[in-house]
C-alpha cells in the first residue's frame, strides 16, 4: 500500500523557518514528480511546489517563490520542503503529494498519491 506522511508542520512566529518532510512508502517514488500544496482556512487547497524526478526541476507559487525551497532524497524517498520568512498568510494544512509520471505539475488533479497533511500557523 503506498502511503505518503507528511510531518515537521507546527506554531511558529513569523520570521520563522520550518522543514516540512514528506515520506513515501510501499513503493518508491524516484521516477515520479512530487508536489507540496497547502489549504487555509476557508480556502481551496492551492499549489505551493513541484519538482521533478530527480529534482533538478522545481516550480513555486509567486506567494512562495525566494523563500521556500523544495528538495528530495531519492535515496531516503524522502521529499522536503523548507520554508525561511514564514508569514501569517502561510498558516493552512500542507500536504505532500505524487505524480505517476516524472514530469513536474502544478494542477492537483493530475497528482495520484496524497499525504494526510500537517498543519502549520504562522502567528504575527
Known amino acids: 500500500q503506498v502511503q505518503l506522511v507528511e510531518s515537521g508542520g507546527g506554531l511558529v512566529q513569523a520570521g520563522d523557518s520550518l522543514r516540512l518532510s514528506c515520506a513515501a512508502s510501499?513503493?518508491?517514488?524516484?521516477?515520479?514528480?512530487m508536489g507540496w500544496f497547502r489549504q487555509a482556512p476557508g480556502k481551496d487547497r492551492e499549489f505551493v511546489a513541484a519538482?521533478?524526478?530527480?529534482?533538478?526541476?522545481?516550480e513555486y507559487a509567486d506567494s512562495v517563490q525566494g523563500r521556500f525551497t523544495i528538495s528530495r532524497d531519492n535515496a531516503k524517498n524522502t521529499m522536503y520542503l523548507q520554508m525561511n520568512s514564514l508569514k501569517p498568510e502561510d498558516t493552512g494544512v500542507y500536504y505532500c503529494?505524487?505524480?505517476?509520471?516524472?514530469?513536474?505539475?502544478?494542477?492537483?488533479?493530475?497528482?495520484?498519491?496524497w499525504g494526510p497533511g500537517t498543519q502549520v500557523t504562522v502567528s504575527p
Open positions: 519538482l521533478g524526478w530527480s529534482g533538478g526541476s522545481t
Open positions: 503529494a505524487a505524480r505517476r509520471v516524472p514530469r513536474i505539475e502544478r494542477r492537483q488533479s493530475n497528482y495520484a498519491y
Open positions: 510501499g513503493r518508491t517514488f524516484t521516477n515520479n514528480a
